[in-house]
């Protein structure tokens, strides 16, 4: 967004005193690691040149995609972080304020923690400059992102797994105590689904408001996944912003052939007034437990998590719509055919939505637990027991992973 009155803004500054202080030892680091050029074109940068920001830029995020993600060092995040913030402060100094957002986050997402403060500031000042400049547009009334929810249970029993909803029902509590879900889930290991616990959350009504979404984070840039599923051959991934997903999702239909879906992501890192909708639960630190990820989960109806475990324990809280959860047991791993690769071994080669009965003949009989997860309820997911996910309506979840073991483990996808 260009701004007519840049000229007046030129001494209006985003302040970075973590990259003030910390960049001469930051670019020594650099130059350790053999990055001369980058260190030479930082000096231009900071001198207010834009395309020596923006080559700085390019070679830190040739350094992050030149191996697995685990083998990239960390100073090159932090120097990916760096380059974000000269290239926003330039666009910021120009009026630009959508490129410099558009930057900062590109930090937020792919870069370090050094400089994590910085970018925060950073983007709660362009966007204060950016809501100042933007043209108030045509009031067009209160748009539910849950709109469509109605649904019948003929059609969905339709598109569920074969032998979904017959089997055994999760159990339903209301209120659960910390006490009585520590005694009677935590410790034996057993899902159970938890009403009536998120009633204080604003997000239980700000988020059935797509005004609401698109004025906190419209303009935020966001990965999301485009496809059946992170298995199908035709699964991508891209980087739009929060306005244009929303649009994708208020368009989707039946016959919509690529959902657009953002998952697993950490969206509340990257935008702090979303997590101000939400709050911990008090299960999460269950057996003194340390929350070790939270993230979200957002997409239209149909969207669909295939069959994996994850190593946590993992408190799934519906937002907004509805979706179908379907579990198994951790003893039944073997019998659901994981992937024998090591990115994919928390996986099964068993696609429920379609059994080949052939060459998996072990699933048809297995005994499972499964329900309909209704808006402002949570599900109890203890750590690997096998879940499969499908959005019934558009849905916004929010995952909890918490553990009381030591190390973080990273998996393909977890919900």
């Known amino acids: 967004?260009?701004?007519?009155?840049?000229?007046?803004?030129?001494?209006?500054?985003?302040?970075?005193?973590?990259?003030?202080?910390?960049?001469?030892n930051l670019l020594l680091q650099i130059s350790e690691q053999g990055g001369y050029a980058y260190v030479s074109m930082s000096v231009l940068a900071a001198a207010g040149d834009?395309?020596?920001?923006?080559?700085?830029?390019?070679?830190?995020?040739?350094?992050?995609?030149?191996?697995?993600?685990?083998?990239v060092l960390p100073v090159w995040r932090d120097a990916y972080s760096m380059a974000c913030l000269y290239v926003a402060k330039l666009h910021h100094r120009a009026g630009d304020f959508g490129e410099a957002l558009k930057v900062l986050d590109m930090g937020l997402i792919m870069g370090g923690t050094l400089l994590r403060q910085d970018l925060h500031a950073a983007v709660e000042k362009v966007?204060?400059?950016?809501s100042e400049l933007r043209v108030s547009e045509e009031e067009q009334g209160e748009v539910i992102v849950g709109g469509e929810n109605a649904y019948h249970e003929a059609e969905v029993l339709g598109?569920?797994?074969?032998?979904?909803?017959?089997?055994?029902?999760?159990?339903?509590?209301?209120?659960?105590?910390?006490?009585?879900?520590?005694?009677?889930?935590?410790?034996?290991?057993?899902?159970?689904?938890?009403?009536?616990?998120?009633?204080?959350?604003?997000?239980?009504?700000?988020?059935?408001?797509?005004?609401?979404?698109?004025?906190?984070?419209?303009?935020?840039?966001v990965p999301v996944e485009v496809g059946k599923n992170y298995l199908s051959s035709d699964w991508k991934q891209e980087l739009i912003?929060?306005?244009?997903?929303?649009?994708?999702?208020?368009?989707?239909?039946?016959?919509?052939?690529?959902?657009?879906?953002l998952a697993q992501h950490p969206l509340f890192d990257q935008i702090h007034e979303l997590r101000k909708d939400i709050f911990i639960p008090d299960y999460c630190?269950?057996?003194?437990?340390?929350?070790?990820?939270?993230?979200?989960?957002?997409?239209?109806?149909?969207?669909?998590?295939?069959?994996?475990?994850?190593?946590?324990?993992?408190?799934?809280?519906?937002?907004?719509?509805k979706k179908y959860i379907r579990l198994y047991p951790a003893s039944l791993s073997e019998e659901l055919?994981?992937?024998?690769?090591?990115?994919?071994?928390?996986?099964?080669?068993?696609?429920?939505?379609?059994?080949?009965?052939?060459e998996f003949p072990k699933v048809k009989d297995l005994e499972f637990q499964d329900c309909i997860l209704e808006e402002g309820e949570m599900l109890y997911i203890p750590p690997k027991w096998w879940h499969y996910v499908r959005s019934?309506?558009?849905?916004?979840?929010?995952?909890?992973?918490?553990?009381?073991c030591g190390g973080r483990s990273r998996t393909p996808l977890s919900e």
């Open 127 to 130: 966007t204060a400059k950016a």
């Open 241 to 261: 912003t929060f306005s244009q997903f929303l649009e994708r999702i208020q368009s989707s239909d039946c016959t919509s052939t690529l959902p657009t879906y």
């Open 285 to 321: 630190y269950a057996g003194g437990g340390e929350l070790r990820s939270l993230n979200a989960w957002f997409g239209p109806a149909g969207t669909v998590t295939p069959l994996h475990h994850d190593p946590h324990h993992n408190i799934l809280a519906q937002v907004v719509g």
């Open 392 to 404: 019934l309506t558009t849905s916004f979840s929010v995952s909890f992973w918490w553990s009381n």
């Open 159 to 221: 598109v569920l797994p074969m032998k979904s909803l017959s089997s055994k029902i999760i159990g339903k509590r209301s209120a659960l105590s910390l006490e009585g879900f520590l005694c009677d889930y935590f410790m034996s290991g057993s899902p159970v689904i938890i009403s009536d616990c998120m009633g204080h959350w604003p997000a239980r009504t700000r988020w059935n408001d797509m005004d609401y979404l698109k004025r906190v984070a419209g303009d935020r840039t």
């Open 337 to 358: 055919y994981p992937y024998t690769e090591t990115m994919l071994c928390n996986s099964s080669k068993v696609d429920l939505d379609n059994i080949d009965e052939k």
């Open 1 to 24: 967004m260009a701004s007519n009155t840049a000229g007046d803004l030129a001494y209006d500054v985003l302040e970075t005193p973590t990259l003030d202080s910390e960049s001469p």
């Open 50 to 71: 834009l395309r020596a920001a923006e080559a700085t830029r390019e070679m830190a995020w040739e350094q992050l995609h030149s191996g697995p993600w685990h083998s």
